[in-house]
């Protein structure tokens, strides 16, 4: 089974709409951080999270909100879709006390989405 | 101006030749510097991590930090038709002991590697 799911895997909204992309970890991780990948721009900081109780801002937050259930879910809502939030979303996870370089962080499949 | 740079390619090579990616940076802090691997329709996966400046040989794979130039390479010897995929750099700071975790990454190459 895989260390980190995402789901859905792919999505196809209105504009307007609110939905939400869901993130769950068996890595036992604390660190949690959501990116998109836009052709030519590579990967975007949206949100991340060292902790349940610790949110944080990425590069580009706006129009984007989190969720921190538990240690290892991590959700990703847009209140209001809007086109040029078509992209791909990763979400990742990352272990400060681990062996393996702290900044190593693992990724889940990707999520698909395209408004409309 | 970006923090990290990055050709994005697409770059297209027969197979065996040696593959040369490459980024440039501009933030001063970073002090670790990984390569990524994206396969089509899959998440990025940790290929390579270097600290600091120097060399990281890895098989077919070394990486090489320049600092003193902002600049970072990825060699690939004898490549493959299996390296094909989107290959990614990353950075990371480190403030006092506390490392941030945050990764700033490069646009992505597109590596084609045909038979």
């Known amino acids: 089974d895989a260390d980190v799911t995402q789901t859905p895997r792919n999505r196809i909204t209105k504009t307007g709409k609110r939905i939400m992309l869901e993130c769950s970890q068996t890595k036992g991780h604390d660190r949690m951080y959501w990116y998109r990948q836009d052709p030519g721009l590579g990967l975007r900081l949206i949100y991340y999270s060292f902790d349940v109780k610790d949110i944080n801002k990425g590069e580009i937050s706006d129009g984007y909100s989190v969720s921190r259930q538990a240690q290892a879910k991590f959700s990703l809502s847009l209140e209001s879709a809007i086109p040029n939030q078509t992209a791909l979303y990763f979400c990742?996870?990352?272990?400060?006390?681990?062996?393996?370089?702290?900044?190593?962080?693992?990724f889940g499949p990707g999520t698909r989405l395209l408004v409309l | 101006q970006k923090e990290v740079e990055q050709d994005p390619g697409p770059l297209s090579v027969p197979e065996g030749a040696i593959v040369s990616l490459n980024c440039t940076y501009s933030?001063?802090?970073?002090?670790?510097f990984m390569w990524y691997r994206q396969y089509s329709r899959k998440g990025p996966e940790l290929l390579m991590y270097?600290?600091?400046?120097g060399n990281k040989e890895d098989g077919r794979f070394t990486a090489q930090v320049d600092k003193s130039s902002k600049y970072i390479s990825l060699f690939i010897r004898d490549s493959q038709p299996s390296d094909s995929a989107t290959y990614l750099c990353a950075m990371s700071a480190r403030a006092g002991g506390t490392s941030y975790g945050k990764l700033t990454f490069g646009q992505g190459t597109i590596l084609t590697v045909h038979p």
């Open positions: 990742a996870t990352s272990d400060p006390g681990g062996r393996i370089p702290q900044e190593t962080q693992y």
């Open positions: 270097t600290y600091s400046s």
């Open positions: 933030n001063s802090a970073f002090q670790y």
